[in-house]
């Protein structure tokens, strides 16, 4: 089994030219993202993923977290790592520094993060919530919980979880059962809640729950769903620890993927209620939630680019090592490393073009969230987070199932070997598969782009998009031809996106439902052109930095490969998909539902 | 967790409008398979599936095969299962009434090998194994082994297995290094073989392993590989089990899914080489175990119809059970039953279509196998198995995509719930991801497509069957609107197959890596076209059986929409899969491998 090794060069590549990082390390509050800070951290966060994470990943696995005693124990290795990630600065890098964070851009935390999920997802998850839990809580708590809580977070002597499902509220929180009642300046909070990664660990000395639950006198459904802070041992003033507070792991699930991530089922107030503080307003909780979950969809996001990337190593390595079969027309009779197969390379090329165009749109969409949260002009900021808003679904959920499908590929490339577990192929399919579902399925993401974010504002931010995607057909007609051959598919791409949106748009209002039905198909068709403008980008980019002999050449060359193959194998689906989205769905609605 | 039931009326019509049962029965030899005879053999199929064979695949999957001392032990109930199994007579329906068969037509067992598989395929690898090897052996074997070996392995006493990987041996059978050395008139065999499925067990009396091995004076490379029978027991001349053979498992592999049936790792000739029977002629092995190579691959595309049919069975009834979220658009706040959410029908109907087009194509390809064996006209007899050559690499790696994918969509349909591994998506997943693999991976199998199967005779058979598919036209055009509405689509996907056959054709002489590197969209392009005629085809008879009141008008309804639904969102996939074909493998065969 070959290492990860992080693709710093890549990283480095897309942070400069898509994420524009000198126009973000030029933003108020973060001068101090220079090209030397960014390269020291990429350079050792890479030697962290490579050395620590990664090799407990196939052993994390098979092992699994435990549940004895109502302790749950992490895999081995598994505590010693996350001692050393907090010892190292990680968990903070982008956060405040007024609670101990470094405040770093985002899209940098979005680069290592990238690392984490790719080394060892099941660990990643742990600071993964950790995160969501600490930007909720900065947004919306009280100050008095910010400094007691924020600090033992930001180092990541303490993690955070995200309590939101019980088992008859899974995607419909307006469900939620869990009880909380008003006892003076606290309140009481009995309920179960299921499926809450690392909700119980022995890896930190403290977890800070964000739980949702309903008070006795609130309004139904969603808008009487109020959040809470529920420690799971209680803080004294002077910020030492107190007693265990009155909740508790009660079982773990058994899952396909991601064993070393303990999913559990958590009891609140077996003994009489756990004492839980308001974040925000009562009755108003979900929209605080919505601050952690759209953090969390991006990382969801992110988690398909890395098990991409982990799944293309691999593949990759193994493909150069493996002999069989001698190359169809080389007139050689010889057998062969697999790589020379030609369907082996599109394979690994199909591999590599998904990862790199998943990749360019996790950090470019990051990288709007910084020039949201911290560009001088009012205008760039809400243009860039309305941006924001409509590219979190896609990348959420194309990202997300581009990971599944180039772990699929994975074990594919390996023929036999792939389906037997010590080769780990398997690993990252199953390991993978969760992104598609966890943080609101990806039929979620696609209902809330189509509605939320394009027919609500009748497609003003899309639209916008639409046509900056059309001014880069200039700049591809002057580049060389090997980038300039783009242009058609592109074209076509932006245009079949742009007819699809129009169609949205009429049916969203009059019929719904059939929008709906053709929600995926126009979530997946705006991945694929997205992303196929980001890789054209990236190619021009290359381009000119091998005419001005900047950087490495090779990984020039491959960029601009990666990036026609792409426009050769994907922008040829997205005509197909207009159709898709707007006769398929009017099918699936109509059908009657004894039929099925 | 539902139980799986086989969907007796859907495998009727497929049988009776697709596979022409009526024409299929009045060839020679199978006059006995009478419609009343097909209703009672798909009746009592459909009940040993689901009382017998359904009630331990979750428990094996979760037991799995053990190898202790030397011997590998079924998971609880298998043994039990196979011996009614055996009692039932099932294991030899389709084979030759001379050695006990029941000599019924294939596409009969075809039907009943989908219940077995969709019911338990763990447990179906069984039979399916021995399947081949009796068609090997009744082929290709002297007929003093055919009457020691075949009656026990028609009436299942006996099983068979399929010896041919090795270590450096995978898709590359020129590479096997098992030796057999001529010992009188047996042969010692000496080596090692992986990835044996049923290699062992204790569910038979016998094991009768079909293994590939080379001889001292053979030629290097495939042409040096013969075949040969090598017992569990030694068989007495009375047909009395005599002396154990020198081969035993050493161990079993960890795999992704397939649990309980053991992927034994098989030693032979530990103690001085173990007895084996030449099959056919010393040095052409491969010829031999090529008659069972096609059997298995159609049987495999089978495993994903099957898994296909219990992934949407039970997503279908997992949807209308599991209630979450009011229905868009509907002007009704409470909660709905999933199944009636726009984006869980589309996913329902997928599955639904999926399924539907790779059954249509697998019973269609094993009817035209009893009409190239059967028919009183030498012609009629050459072109259907020229159909069947062709479109046998497309029934295994099209309808194998198909349950892998389908088994997807299905984890999907649960939500979180999908990723728990008690809920049963997972193990359809895992089961069925093998089917892309193993038999030929599915690269391999759009290899043989274009290679010996379209280019080798330059597209005689594929032209004509493009010929023959036009010819719907006619038809779809007199047919009610509902079905004719389909004719734009299929016209438009027949003429991208032709013009990607084109491609191939004007590619393959010249440059045959680049069309290689095009082969697989080749394959899925050529799956959707003809899944695509079939499934008109299959509405066009449910529009006139509408007509004449024949038949359940609610399921005629279902096929109707079905076949649309995949007329309108795969059909138009067939445009943009020539230019992925033809431009995409460019790309993948040019690029430098250290770009890789």
Not at 25 to 43: H, K, N, R
Not at 105 to 134: D, H, I, R, Y
Not at 459 to 474: F, Q, Y
Not at 539 to 552: H, I, P, S, T
Request: proline residues 4%.
């Amino acid at each position: 089994m070959s290492t990860y090794v992080a693709p710093v060069e890549e990283m480095r590549f897309v942070l400069d030219e898509l994420a524009e990082m000198e126009t973000l390390s030029s933003l108020p509050g973060y001068e101090e993202a220079t090209t030397d800070l960014v390269d020291a951290i990429l350079e050792e966060a890479g030697k962290f993923a490579s050395g620590v994470l990664d090799p407990i990943n196939a052993s994390g696995d098979r092992e699994g977290a435990k549940l004895e005693n109502g302790v749950v124990r992490a895999a081995s290795g598994f505590a010693d790592a996350y001692q050393q990630f907090v010892e190292g600065g990680w968990n903070g890098i982008c956060m405040e520094p007024d609670f101990g964070g470094q405040g770093l851009p985002a899209v940098l935390g979005t680069t290592v993060q990238e690392m984490w999920a790719a080394s060892n997802m099941a660990f990643e998850l742990c600071p993964l919530l950790s995160k969501g839990a600490m930007e909720l809580l900065s947004e919306h708590a009280s100050d008095d919980l910010k400094s007691a809580y924020l600090p033992k977070m930001v180092s990541g002597e303490w993690t955070g979880t995200m309590n939101l499902t019980e088992p008859q509220a899974g995607s419909d929180l307006a469900q939620v059962k869990t009880r909380a009642v008003r006892d003076g300046d606290t309140y009481r909070i009995t309920g179960q809640k299921i499926f809450i990664t690392w909700g119980e660990h022995d890896m930190a000395e403290n977890i800070v729950h964000l739980v949702l639950a309903r008070l006795p006198d609130a309004p139904p459904g969603i808008k009487g769903v109020s959040l809470f802070l529920v420690p799971k041992f209680m803080v004294n003033e002077d910020g030492s620890l107190g007693d265990r507070n009155d909740l508790r792991c009660v079982s773990l699930e058994h899952k396909l993927g991601i064993n070393a991530s303990p999913t559990c089922v958590m009891s609140f107030g077996d003994d009489g209620g756990a004492t839980g503080y308001l974040v925000g307003q009562e009755n108003a909780g979900i929209a605080c939630m919505f601050t952690m979950m759209n953090s969390a969809r991006l990382s969801v996001g992110l988690e398909g680019v890395a098990m991409a990337e982990r799944a293309y190593q691999r593949a990759r390595d193994y493909a150069k090592e493996r002999v069989q079969s001698p190359v169809l027309g080389s007139g050689d009779s010889a057998p062969a490393p697999i790589i020379r197969h030609a369907d082996v390379r599109r394979m690994l090329l199909t591999m590599k073009a998904q990862t790199e165009a998943s990749r360019a749109l996790s950090y470019f969409v990051s990288s709007r969230q910084d020039v949201a949260r911290r560009h001088p002009d009012a205008e760039t900021r809400q243009a860039a987070g309305a941006l924001v808003a409509l590219l979190t679904p896609v990348a959420k959920a194309w990202s997300s199932d581009i990971g599944i499908d180039v772990a699929n590929t994975g074990v594919q490339v390996h023929g036999g070997m792939g389906f037997i577990e010590e080769t780990g192929a398997a690993q990252h399919l199953r390991d993978v598969r969760i992104t598609a579902i966890y943080e609101g399925t990806n039929g979620i993401q696609a209902n809330d782009l189509i509605g939320r974010k394009v027919a609500r504002e009748n497609g003003v931010t899309i639209k916008a998009l639409i046509a900056r995607m059309r001014e880069l057909d200039g700049d591809l007609a002057k580049a060389p031809e090997q980038v300039a051959t783009m242009r058609n598919n592109l074209s076509r791409g932006i245009s079949a996106l742009e007819k699809a949106t129009d169609w949205l748009l009429a049916t969203y209002a009059s019929e719904p439902a059939r929008a709906a039905a053709g929600s995926v198909p126009y979530l997946r068709l705006t991945g694929i052109v997205v992303g196929g403008w980001l890789m054209a980008r990236a190619a021009l980019a290359a381009a000119e930095r091998l005419a001005n002999g900047d950087g490495n050449p090779a990984f020039m060359q491959g960029k601009i490969a990666t990036a026609r193959f792409f426009a050769d194998t994907y922008l040829p689906e997205a005509e197909g998909l207009v159709e898709i989205a707007a006769t398929g769905g009017a099918m699936a609605v109509d059908i009657a539902e004894d039929l099925f």
